[in-house]
């Protein structure tokens, strides 16, 4: 069975379709990237896989579970235990340092917190921000704080990395460098990638390309 499967997933805004039937599989350890016009329904697309959104209609099965069978309780304990998230805007908290930042999802999970620091250290040091533990994220550059985002999307040990336009912000060198540790977290430790993109060397570099156009996958 496929990592990720979707049947015929439906999503309308109001009177406005913009998925029509959605079928795709995703296999463990593919760099899978979305492409496709703005306004296409990359995004929309994205947050019902992340399990941010509910569909209109279909079915999404993620490591063998139907998801939407679940309430928005059981969801949102899916979500935090499988799921990680790197969004163009990185969306750290403003207050709390890198590591406490890669650390929470590990604390919301419930996890001995001994257990998450140390994981959450070696994560920051193998994405190369061993000397930027105690600083906030107003005290990073851009590039440092997606990795950080990319710490915290990790350190549950998700099945599934999910990153929506994730280099949008960032100038042309920290997106490169960005897009080679994508690569090698899926190399050295078999992560899933879903990656949606504006950046055609990033979507060339994926193994697989997906395009949406008119509401379905090209
Ligand atoms: N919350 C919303 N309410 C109403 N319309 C929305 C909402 N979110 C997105 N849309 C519309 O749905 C379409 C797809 O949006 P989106 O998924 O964000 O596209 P993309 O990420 O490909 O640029 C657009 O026409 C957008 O205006
Ligand atoms: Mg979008």
């Given at each position: 069975?496929?990592?990720?499967?979707?049947?015929?997933?439906?999503?309308?805004?109001?009177?406005l379709?913009?998925?029509?039937?959605?079928?795709?599989?995703?296999?463990?350890?593919?760099?899978?990237?979305?492409?496709?016009?703005?306004?296409?329904?990359?995004?929309?697309?994205?947050?019902?896989?992340?399990?941010?959104?509910r569909?209109?209609?279909?079915?999404?099965t993620?490591?063998?579970?139907?998801?939407?069978?679940?309430?928005?309780?059981?969801?949102a304990?899916?979500?935090?235990?499988?799921?990680?998230?790197?969004?163009?805007?990185n969306?750290?908290?403003?207050?709390?340092?890198?590591?406490?930042?890669?650390?929470?999802?590990?604390?919301?999970?419930?996890?001995?917190?001994?257990?998450?620091?140390?994981?959450?250290?070696?994560?920051?040091?193998?994405?190369?921000?061993?000397?930027?533990?105690?600083?906030?994220?107003?005290?990073?550059?851009?590039?440092?704080?997606?990795?950080?985002?990319?710490?915290?999307?990790?350190?549950?040990?998700?099945?599934?990395?999910?990153?929506?336009e994730?280099?949008?912000?960032?100038?042309?060198?920290?997106?490169?460098?960005?897009?080679?540790?994508?690569?090698?977290?899926?190399?050295?430790?078999?992560?899933t990638?879903?990656?949606?993109?504006?950046?055609?060397?990033?979507?060339?570099?994926?193994?697989?390309?997906l395009?949406?156009?008119?509401?379905?996958?090209?």
């Amino acid at each position: 069975m496929s990592l990720l499967q979707t049947t015929d997933i439906r999503r309308s805004y109001g009177s406005l379709p913009v998925l029509k039937g959605i079928n795709l599989a995703i296999e463990p350890g593919e760099v899978v990237s979305i492409v496709g016009a703005s306004g296409a329904g990359k995004t929309t697309l994205l947050h019902i896989l992340g399990t941010l959104d509910r569909p209109d209609s279909g079915h999404l099965t993620i490591d063998g579970e139907n998801v939407f069978k679940q309430n928005d309780r059981q969801l949102a304990r899916f979500r935090n235990e499988r799921i990680g998230f790197v969004f163009q805007f990185n969306n750290l908290l403003p207050e709390f340092s890198a590591l406490e930042n890669v650390c929470l999802p590990g604390f919301i999970a419930g996890k001995d917190e001994k257990e998450v620091r140390k994981r959450a250290q070696t994560l920051l040091d193998t994405l190369g921000l061993h000397d930027r533990l105690n600083h906030l994220p107003s005290q990073m550059s851009g590039g440092e704080q997606q990795r950080t985002a990319v710490a915290r999307a990790l350190i549950n040990q998700p099945a599934i990395v999910f990153a929506d336009e994730p280099s949008g912000n960032l100038d042309s060198r920290n997106a490169e460098d960005l897009h080679q540790l994508f690569f090698r977290l899926r190399n050295d430790l078999g992560q899933t990638f879903i990656i949606v993109t504006h950046n055609e060397t990033l979507a060339g570099m994926a193994d697989r390309t997906l395009t949406i156009r008119d509401g379905l996958i090209e």
